[in-house]
């Protein structure tokens, strides 16, 4: 009985506040889908372990301190006490939620239900309703109240993106309630909410949408789904006002300005606008939410479904540094991305959605957790040609992407299906599973290999044979007139009623066995922005090969602020493999199966290096612990020698000043400011050229990073168009150099290097060096492009 009244709970999450309408399609509840043994249900119990492993009391180690209760036991460390003190407690909750109603497993229900009570204690406490982790976050909201606001991209009122942080207790007490079916989050959402709407009351439209320059997660996604849990049209208002403008303007007018930006920034705020228009709000805001999305997996997405360097979005046009760093897609972004495409499917049925949604599933979001017995979940995953990814641990680190990765292994079977009605049952997704629909007296089997094997079998289980169609996906990489149908053994040839859908409607009877025949194919995948590099992938599978394992530093990351970048050298651009072919449009035609290795493949004769001459192309989500390839530069013979000195040349002084650098911090980009501890006031940020820069009429500084005193030089990069700015740079409090920028003729960027004065290099001096910049009387501090500590 609880099985289904969790599924009646979560069905309610697609119903408008205007009687009479109704999404196009409906996905099934968590409860309504099982895994069967595969890859993903392997994936769902790593990460069901990794959730029984934390520690519920050290989660809500931040919320008891806020509400002034004792802690039952000590925070936990890395970003969860470091000013996101939380967030984990937020994601957790959604995690547990999505775990039980997977599972069905009795522990996990018991977590989630201590989690809700213990938050409620220090809900509690606060007679207004307010509820988080956020450190001072009580006078700090007081500030907000008062309308004394001061936000930038990295935070609010010196806090670290606290309404993001918020976010996630909103999201978690939504999901223990719509997903999880406990009761008591949805009295504690509402109150939360019931808080926002009096802390804001006061604020006038603009003073919000300057609030809304910090990061704030979804916010108005959460507000229009209490505004249909409670149908009450004061939370869509809600919703509409923390609506970002400056991000909803310019994709109204599908217009593409995301270069620059903060990724994972903007895609809650989209995910958000597409929910306001199914609660009911304006209709156009859908259009906006759909631009946006093509905008991003047409122009700025890479083969294996993910996107954005350094957590911003890449330049359109130039995918060089996807190439050359080592912050590739983060994880977070393709969470989201999912959510938007779930939302954008269920309201369209255009199959377009789902081609992405698998290929993201397949080959970011099953490749981001380590599938040994201890887990972990990957921040950045390199795209840069033999570098590697490192993993969490479960009491060291507490990224953001350890938070949506908890919740992201736990839903792979959420669009596996889909209805419309009680008339079509829609068959999404190729994953070994079972459906249960106790509305329609069905129960639908999928047994399957697949990718390992290109055939999935369907069997239906009915209390009484019905009559409804069953619709089964043409997936975008499979031809037409390829997908072969079978029932019960015998061809049958299906209408295809709606693009991107074979159907068959008959009256199905219990053990009818529909076969469907899967052939897939291997091609070649340019990037975006058509430079000669190519993807190989098969069928929706990414294709990658192993090269070493050597030097993975940091592997299992520990809990140093850093630690979820891989930090371990970088091999030359040009000693990577190379794709050598007469016939580069055609270089698919050369990756050749090995016999009696389903999913294994060798490019014998393209590379342009022995070494690499008996390589194997497996999955990119089987490849762990292992520096890899998953781009692959294509020349002809005759371009050989030419294409590898360009590489080496562009790649050689990239390799020499990371050798160089002992900390670095990229100004006017989020994390790495939060990561070295900006401060600042009357300071801001921007994008020229593609680059960001922080300037300030009074002072900025970041702490950096000098364990070993090595560093003997500050470098700091300008840009040649500011002149005449005077501003001093101070190490540790200290007049390192008085500045006054002179600019170059040619008005490109120039790097300066500062020597450290002697006693900086030996014992006692601090290991951590606070670099300031402070605008002189009537000037302005920068702009600064990039601050590094040089060997």
């Known amino acids: 009985m609880q099985r289904f009244l969790l599924l009646a ?170 997903i999880g079916g406990n009761q008591q989050a949805r009295t504690m959402l509402i109150r939360l909410t019931d808080w926002c709407l009096d802390l804001t009351a006061g604020l006038s439209d603009a003073q919000i949408q300057d609030m809304l320059r910090s990061e704030h997660g979804g916010l108005n996604e959460v507000f229009a789904d209490v505004a249909q849990i409670t149908g009450d049209k004061k939370y869509l208002t809600l919703a509409q006002r923390f609506s970002h403008q400056a991000v909803l303007t310019p994709l109204l007018a599908r217009q593409d300005v995301l270069n620059g930006m903060h990724a994972n920034t903007q895609i809650p705020k989209v995910i958000g606008f597409e929910r306001i228009a199914e609660v009911g709000g304006d209709p156009a805001w859908r259009g906006a939410a759909e631009f946006f999305w093509q905008t991003v997996v047409d122009r700025r997405t890479v083969s294996i479904g993910g996107n954005s360097v350094s957590e911003h979005f890449n330049p359109a046009g130039n995918f060089t540094s996807m190439l050359e760093g ?92 889909a209805h419309r009605k009680e008339q079509e049952l829609l068959v999404n997704l190729f994953v070994p599973s079972r459906l249960s629909w106790p509305e329609q007296g069905l129960t639908l089997t999928q047994q399957t290999t697949f990718p390992q094997e290109e055939r999935s079998r369907l069997e239906l289980k009915l209390k009484k044979p019905r009559t409804f169609a069953l619709s089964i996906r043409q997936p975008g990489w499979l031809p037409a007139g390829q997908l072969a149908v079978q029932v019960n053994g015998k061809p049958v040839t299906p209408a295809a009623t709606a693009p991107g859908y074979l159907t068959l409607t008959r009256k199905w009877r219990t053990g009818d066995v529909v076969t469907l025949a899967l052939p897939m194919h291997t091609t070649a995948e340019a990037l975006p922005d058509g430079s000669p590099w190519v993807s190989f992938v ?77 390589l194997r192309l497996v999955p990119f989500y089987q490849i762990h612990d292992a520096r890899y390839m998953v781009y692959w530069p294509v020349t002809t013979p005759e371009g050989l020698a030419a294409r590898t000195e360009e590489i080496r040349r562009r790649d050689a002084e990239k390799r020499a000043l990371e050798a160089r650098t002992v900390d670095q911090v990229t100004p006017g980009e989020q994390q790495p400011e939060s990561d070295h501890g900006f401060r600042g006031e009357q300071t801001e940020t921007g994008l020229h050229r593609n680059r960001h820069w922080r300037h300030a009429a009074g002072w900025f500084s970041y702490q950096l990073r000098n364990p070993e005193r090595a560093a003997r030089t500050l470098r700091v990069t300008y840009a040649g168009g500011d002149k005449g700015r005077r501003f001093t740079i101070l190490v540790n409090g200290a007049p390192l150099s008085q500045v006054t920028l002179t600019g170059n003729p040619e008005g490109s960027f120039y790097d300066v290097e500062y020597p450290l004065p002697e006693a900086l290099r030996r014992a006692p001096a601090a290991t951590s060096l606070t670099v300031k910049f402070e605008a002189a009387p009537g000037s302005t501090a920068g702009g600064v492009y990039d601050v590094r500590l040089l060997r």
């Open 9 to 178: 709970a979560g069905a309610c999450l697609l119903t408008r506040l205007s009687p009479g309408q109704s999404a196009a399609l409906q996905r099934f509840p968590a409860t309504a889908v099982e895994l069967l043994p595969g890859p993903f249900q392997q994936a769902q119990q790593t990460d069901k372990a990794y959730l029984l492993a934390l520690d519920a009391d050290r989660l809500l180690a931040p919320y008891r301190l806020e509400a002034g209760l004792p802690s039952k036991a000590a925070r936990y460390g890395n970003w969860e006490n470091t000013g996101l003190d939380g967030h984990i407690g937020g994601h957790y909750l959604s995690a547990l939620a999505l775990m039980y109603a997977a599972t069905h497993d009795a522990q996990v229900q018991q977590r989630l239900t201590y989690m809700v009570t213990e938050l409620a204690r220090c809900q509690q406490q606060n007679p207004d309703g307010y509820l988080g982790g956020v450190p001072g976050g009580r006078a700090m909201w007081a500030q907000v109240k008062a309308g004394q606001i001061n936000a930038n991209s990295f935070g609010l009122n010196q806090k670290w993106v606290p309404w993001y942080n918020l976010h996630k207790t909103y999201a978690g007490l939504r999901d223990a309630y719509l």
């Open 326 to 417: 080592v912050e590739g897609p983060e994880t977070c972004n393709t969470y989201n991305m999912l959510k938007l495409t779930q939302q954008l499917y269920l309201q369209s049925g255009a199959p377009r959605y789902l081609d992405f949604y698998e290929r993201a599933m397949y080959n970011h979001i099953l490749s981001s957790q380590h599938p040994g017995p201890a887990g972990g979940f990957v921040y950045f995953t390199p795209m840069r040609p033999r570098h590697y990814r490192v993993y969490s641990q479960p009491q060291e680190g507490f990224w953001c992407c350890v938070g949506s990765g908890l919740e992201n292994h736990a839903k792979y079977g959420e669009l596996v299906y």
């Open 538 to 614: 098969h069928g929706p599978v990414v294709l990658a090969a192993a090269t070493d394992t050597t030097d993975l530093r940091g592997l299992r990351a520990d809990g140093q602020r850093m630690a979820h970048v891989a930090s371990g050298p970088l091999y030359p651009l040009e000693e990577a493999p190379v794709l050598v072919t007469t016939t580069p449009k055609d270089v698919a035609a050369s990756i050749r199966p090995v016999a009696g290795q389903p999913l294994t493949f060798t490019a014998a004769g393209l590379s342009g290096a022995e070494r690499y001459q008996n």
